[in-house]
């Protein structure tokens, strides 16, 4: 006997993702899932992030790694209230995992809260978190073909930003090449060059970040 | 790795819809994958080998249907199925201006079973 189904395979956690994304609605907290391969500067441009942040805008961090606790590390040395998962071996973070992370961290006193996600270019992409805005990081020394061959990760970008710029010249690497790999999937997405490194490009990235969130802000109270 | 958590959905949906459906056994289930989601057939299969085992899924046969992307020329308008990873260029007039869309599906479309 045929028995119709025609149920999303990820739908338990679409599902808690949803119940995330209103949690953070109700607290009026902005959610960023920040998604990159490994090594391509989460962390980095997450610190360059918060010391550029206006100080009306309180931030708190999740941080997701297979193992360690080097990035948390990281962030806490800031004074910037952060929350470790380790996924033991898993390759991206789970709604459910955000979930649970969430009463570790102050909640009320937070207005923007980062994902940090496991660095892999293929996976975190399929499951959603109830973030509200996705960031994916490319890198230069990756190459310009990235869009390319992880087609599905730059789809559902809101925004990306690449990182290692100082070392364009050096890797060759052609942004209209990569740019276009992009947007041949997500037309209109904005990406913005920085250097974590030197500075350069960050701040037209977070000014950017700032008047996002004054807008959603602007819309929740009108 | 990265197949675990994916064939674990897959199963539960399969055994949920089996036991609404009063059925005893389940003997294939058929799924929808988008070329653009990354999963890879051998290794959903692997996995549920392993897991469906003591469930009324043991020994399913899963039959996937592949659902490619579709690109589009803005160019000449050429439309063509895209897997990763995507083309540079259209293959019918060579333009840059390409689109794609879709390859993003993932559900279980329909379970064979016995009552």
Known sequence: MKVPVVTEILKANDQVAGENR?????????VINVMASPGAGKTSTILATLERLPESIRPGVIEGDVASSID????????????????GGNCHLDAPMVRSALQHLPLDELELLFIENVGNLICPANYRLGSDLNL???SVPEGHDKPFKYPGMFTGADVVVLNKEDLAEVFEFDHAEYERGIRMVNPGVPVFRVSCKTGDGVD?????????LERVRASAHA | MHELPATQGLLDVALDAARKAGASRIRSIDLVVGDLTSFVDDSIQFYFD?????????????RFRREPAEGRCGE?????PVKPPVPRLCPECGSLTLRIEGGREFYVDSIEVDE
Request: with cysteine; hydrophobic share 45%.
């Open chain 1, 22 to 30: 209103e949690l953070f609605d109700q607290l009026g907290l902005r």
């Open chain 1, 72 to 87: 948390a590390d990281k962030i806490a040395e800031r004074e910037v209230p952060v929350v470790q998962i380790n996924t």
């Open chain 1, 136 to 138: 994916v990081i490319g």
């Open chain 1, 204 to 212: 037209e990235w977070v000014a950017w970040l700032v008047e996002r």
């Open chain 2, 76 to 80: 000449c308008g050429h439309t063509f």
């Open chain 2, 50 to 62: 392993i897991i469906s085992r003591d469930t009324p899924a043991e020994g399913a046969e899963l």
